[in-house]
């Protein structure tokens, strides 16, 4: 009961001092429906946060485990080169489906997922996995591609369906190219679902998530996100407010919780492809495909924002392929969970990060560039060797190829006591090409298998 107690006090001072740092991250936002979602994401911020993040770690790694005893096909022929065709427009793989890690188990291979397109919804693993979306709403119906007036969206256009209050499950009546012309701001309680149509956000603004919660993108292509003009935006079907220019990130996550990003598909964004900063939590970021891109994920932006160390993040399945750079995520502050992905390519590094960040590196493939200097798979930022010694990153079952390798640091031994229901066993390194095999955004059509 003491050290209950005392877990207690720590995460009570910690709030408390962090407070009043959340509220100094956007003065711009003044208006008063603004505040009120400041408010609320920092009551939703706390309410996700798990005072034990490996036991959520360990969750995951029971569910990859319970994949493998049910001996799952993950077929014969060359994986490797399957996906890499699947990936780079050659010949498509067209044998039959095989599920390959457990989010994928949940409903992929149903014939009738277009039917039951919500049991996506149950399927979020780590620390996203309370994401259910816009499971309660009604299905709304993108008809068409504009983006023509962001202070009145018409309706059938995505930027009416993201902004509704209600919950809603936003799907495609067929393959879109969308270019919009500033940042897509997505309220509480949605899913935006690509499944069945070829959709791009592509050549325009990106994906905002500020101060909401309950969010699921999933088989979205995303690439080509320019920086945006600021100006009048409508936010809600009852509010718009003024919107400083936007960076051009792909997915912007700011101060928002329960999120999970699932078989997306990007590229060559003007900024980061995914950043997660100011309190977001609860996020997991799984089965995509990143390519040709230099920042590809930051989960914490300010090393003097010390409110993201309650940011909690799994990144799970992903396959970081050609053209990468760096930040495969680079970290700050909280606990990073990146489990059985495959780094086929980096030219600085794939894992980094600054501020004592906890970073748990399971059952992932390392493959290293030829160049002699850049085979180490982290890098620590801002921090003599004397600190970082005591920051807290692990490899545990990880393929190192090419020369590949990871400067371990911290306790040498993280795991808590097994029970049930959390067992800490990811699959080896040597499965990951198997397991991020259909990584992106997946060619689904009704009535088939995905």
Known sequence: MEVATKLVLIFVFA??????????????????????????AKKNMMESYIPDPLLVAEELDAQVNHTADNHIDMGTENNN??????????????????????????????????????????C??????????????????????????????????LRHAVIQKEPLWIIFANDMNIKLSKELLVNNNKTIDGRGANVHIAYGAGITIQFVSNVIIHGLHIHHICAADGGMIRDSPDHFGIRTPSDGDGISIFGSTN??????????????????????????????????????ILLGASDSFSGDQFMQVTVAFNHFGQGLVQRMPRCRWGFFHVVNNDYTHWQLYAIGGSMHPTIISQGNRFIAPDN????????????????WRNWIWRSEGDLFMNGAYFVQSGQPNLKTRPNDEYMIHAMPGARATKMTRYAGALDCFPGQKC
């Open 81 to 122: 080169s399957s996906r890499r065709n699947l990936r780079q427009g050659k010949t498509l793989y067209k044998g039959p489906c095989h599920t390959t890690n457990p989010i994928d188990r949940c409903w992929r291979c149903r014939p009738n997922w277009d039917t039951r397109r919500k049991r996506l919804a149950r």
């Open 372 to 387: 002699l200097y850049l085979k180490e798979v982290t890098k620590r930022d801002y921090a003599t060797e004397a600190e």
């Open 15 to 40: 709030f408390a001092a962090i407070i009043p740092l959340l509220e100094a991250d956007t003065g711009y936002y003044n208006d008063e429906v603004w505040q009120k979602r400041k408010e609320e």
């Open 259 to 296: 999120i999970w990003i699932d078989h997306v598909s990007m590229s060559r964004c003007q900024d980061g492809l995914i950043d997660a900063i100011q309190g977001s939590t609860a996020i997991t970021i799984s089965n995509s495909h990143f390519t040709h891109h230099n920042d590809v």
């Open 124 to 157: 979020a693993l780590g620390f996203g996995r309370r994401t259910t979306g816009g499971k309660a709403g009604e299905i709304y119906v993108v008809t068409d591609c504009t983006d023509d007036n962001v202070l009145e969206p018409k309706v059938g256009t």
